[in-house]
């Protein structure tokens, strides 16, 4: 059980290219109108983790998410000692580990692949990180069993993996990792490979353990869903830069930019472009689809500070925050999803998609059918207000 | 339209899936649909019944007094039975051969069977990918060597004015002639033999290994594993089924030592330790006075020999692990 500190944590992956493709790649990265590549692209090379800098308290759980390619397994695998640090410094404890071999950082990891070792028996992978450190046979068999317990895999130990389904093999690969009593556990997308169902149980399954084994987690996922329900807080990271970190209600609430509002929530924010923040006589409003939206108190005063001036801005709306019947503006049903409790509907506003979610208790079906026109309205204090050009949350 | 005589209604035929017709129909179905592939692997098969399967009728004359010329199958045929086999086995030679041409090929199996292993799981352990394929693309050079500038070369390093005596002499040393020295020749064929093939047996090996999960080999870093200890328990284990089919085939094959390389390497001075039972048969066979015939027999005994060592070895092998040949 550990806290640890990661400083300004940088993963160059040099360039193997010849010095003419590689000036030609970078001049192409650089064009202008162009669309930069996912990752920035220097002279060292490809940068595939940037300016990373986070503190993680013991016991913590910490999620990464991420879409792919933004660098969060990287991230974690440089905390594993997998790939080595280009810069920064990474700390668990009050030790520095840069440069501290993988087996002696104290740590475990599972991995997405399950990576277990298949002429060996459950008993035998759990039990080989310990024979290696030349524990005696006892303890060895103790510390199996108590792993196997935990996780409910004791009837499988003299069982190979071939002859495991995959959420058997997820868990024998969690066991293969506590059963050390790692200081930190490292967890590399393990769900990814299960299908939906398991992936449901399985991730109660890990709820349930972290409160048994009690050690700080790193989990990685790009499931936001997953980012979500396990972790204390959450770091979003798009192309090797952290985004926001936060609380899963904090980056719900309060996203600081157009990504994070984009990335967490299913289904994803409504996105209002060509709106417009206009201030008039102190007072702050939005015009979006023809009306004006005056904001709240809270907001109006967060503007103030800031000194805001009015400006071409995208407003974000969550599907869940609408609500439908009343208010002034009106959309066709595309698209009427029943789950069961609730309805998504996809309607066309002026053009654009715009999802809403209603609770189905109580509701006529019918007239939030396909084809049907309905009004629906939002609360200004609900709103998220990004500058266009940055795309930064003004609020 | 052909009738069903006597049988069953073309109809019952059609609705029952067990019938002989319906089986028929589902085969010549399977036949057309992949006629490409069977189009690809005429070729091959052509070729090995050709040249494997249909001279084997030719092994008839280890049973006949055979004379080139002769036919092997008509009215002057002259049927011995099994006297040349008799014969064999009652030659002076015969315990002599056995002997040469076993320890000639357990020591070179024992010997060359797992340097390949270990060149393999070497190459595949270098922190260096780019030195690595360096040094595979040398040690598979020898392979390309004929076996006749193989012995030249021998005959260049080892020869009674070679290198190695002229080193020797100019040392003081006297000059050793390991041509003509019994001694000399099981370590010069083995060792030769496996610096020829030792590269280019560890390919497979190194292809096995390729497919090895790099995230089990992270796993063993992180479980506190080191380079050597992830080679045994990574590496080795999962190439294991690789090495029992290859063990199953060099054991069918380990009495079949060619004879080129060895009547190359036979003088007068070594051949107590250099006869060996196929180029005993080179002898017999086609030399001299021959006498296919007896050559024939000999020859279908080592075969035999080896069979019985493939069916032993495969069948051990599937009993004692899941890896076999069949």
């Known amino acids: 059980m550990a806290s640890l500190t990661l400083k300004d944590i940088k993963k160059v992956y040099p360039n193997t290219e010849s010095g003419p493709k590689k000036k030609k790649k970078k001049q192409q990265a650089e064009e202008p109108g162009k669309e930069k590549a996912n990752l920035q692209i220097t002279d060292e090379g490809v940068v595939a983790v940037q300016k990373f800098s986070l ?12 879409p792919s390619g933004c660098g969060k397994s990287t991230t974690l695998r440089m905390i594993a000692g997998l790939e080595e640090i280009s810069s920064g410094e990474l700390y668990i404890g009050d030790r520095l580990v840069n440069d501290v071999a993988p087996k002696d950082r104290d740590i475990a990891m599972v991995f997405q692949s399950y990576a277990l070792y298949p002429h060996m028996t459950v008993y035998e992978n759990m039990a080989f990180s310990l024979k290696l450190k030349k524990m005696k046979k006892e303890e060895i068999d103790q510390k199996v069993r108590e792993a196997a317990e935990i996780l409910d895999i004791t009837q499988y130990l003299d069982r190979k993996p071939k002859a495991l ?18 200081q930190v556990l490292l967890m590399d997308e393990p769900l990814s490979n299960l299908d939906a169902k398991l992936r449901n149980q399985m991730r109660a399954e890990i709820i349930k353990l972290r409160q048994k084994i009690n050690t700080t987690f790193i989990y990685v996922t790009h499931d936001q869903t997953e980012a979500m329900t396990l972790g204390d807080r959450i770091v979003i990271m798009k192309d090797g830069f952290i985004q926001q970190i936060g609380t899963p209600q904090e980056v719900f609430n309060h996203p600081v930019n157009l990504f994070v509002a984009g990335f967490i ?34 907001q109006q005063k967060a503007l103030k500070a800031k000194g805001q001036k009015s400006c071409p801005v995208v407003l974000g709306i969550r599907p869940v925050h609408m609500t439908l019947d009343e208010g002034g503006f009106t959309g066709k049903i595309e698209v009427s999803e029943m789950m069961g409790s609730e309805l998504h509907l996809h309607m066309n506003v002026d ?5 809403a979610i209603i609770p189905t208790v109580g509701i006529d079906l019918e007239a939030h059918s396909i084809g049907k026109t309905v009004r629906f309205s ?11 050009n940055t795309g930064k949350n003004l609020l | 339209m052909r009738k069903v005589k006597d049988g069953p209604s073309a109809e019952a035929l059609a609705l029952d899936p067990t019938s002989r017709g319906a089986k028929s129909r589902r085969m010549w179905r399977r036949l057309r649909d992949n006629h490409p592939f069977l189009i690809m692997i005429f070729p091959a098969v052509l070729v090995v019944f050709l040249f494997n399967y249909l001279p084997i009728y030719g092994v008839l004359i280890a049973f006949q007094d055979f004379m080139p010329g002769d036919q092997i199958i008509g009215p002057y045929t002259h049927w011995i039975g099994f006297e040349h086999f008799k014969r064999f086995f009652t030659d002076v030679q015969f315990w002599p051969l056995m002997k040469n041409t076993f320890l000639l090929c357990i020591i070179g199996f024992v010997i060359g069977f797992p340097l390949p292993i270990i060149i393999a799981l070497m190459l595949n352990a270098m922190k260096s990918k780019k030195a690595g394929k360096v040094l595979q693309t040398i040690f598979n050079g020898p392979h390309f060597i004929s076996l006749v500038v193989l012995v030249g070369m021998l005959t260049l390093f080892f020869g009674r004015y070679g290198l190695v005596n002229n080193i020797a002499a100019s040392l003081g040393g006297e000059r050793y002639s390991y041509f003509l020295e019994s001694k000399a020749f099981r370590p010069m064929y083995i060792l030769s033999s496996n610096w020829q093939d030792f590269g280019w047996s560890a390919i497979i090996y190194i292809a096995a290994l390729s497919n090895v ?37 060099s054991i069918g094959g380990l009495m079949g030592v060619g004879y080129e390389k060895v009547l190359l390497m036979m003088t007068d001075g070594n051949l107590e330790v250099s006869e060996i039972i196929a180029t005993y048969v080179y002898k017999q066979g086609l030399t001299g006075v021959p006498n296919q015939g007896y050559a024939t027999a000999i020859g279908l005994f080592n075969s035999i020999i080896n069979v019985v060592l493939l069916i032993i070895a495969n069948t051990t092998s599937k009993k004692f692990s899941e890896n076999s040949l069949w």
């Open chain 1, 55 to 66: 503190d993680i308290a013991d016991r913590e759980f910490i999620v990464l998410v991420g």
């Open chain 1, 165 to 182: 389904s995959g959420g058997q093999r997820q868990r024998v690969a969690i066991g293969r990792a506590i059963v050390r009593q790692p």
């Open chain 1, 265 to 298: 929530g299913t289904p994803q924010m409504n996105f209002f472009e060509g709106s417009r923040l206009v201030e008039e006589n102190g007072q702050y409003a939005v015009e979006v689809m023809g009306k004006k939206v005056v904001l709240s108190e809270g």
């Open chain 1, 351 to 355: 053009g654009a998609d715009v999802v």
């Open chain 1, 378 to 388: 939002f609360k200004p204090e609900l709103m998220h207000i990004f500058d266009v």
């Open chain 2, 213 to 249: 999960d790099p995230g089990q080999h992270e796993a063993a870093i992180l479980d506190g594993a080191s380079r050597f200890q992830r080679v045994i328990h990574v590496d080795l284990p999962a190439i294991m089924p690789m090495i029992s089919v290859m063990l199953i085939m």
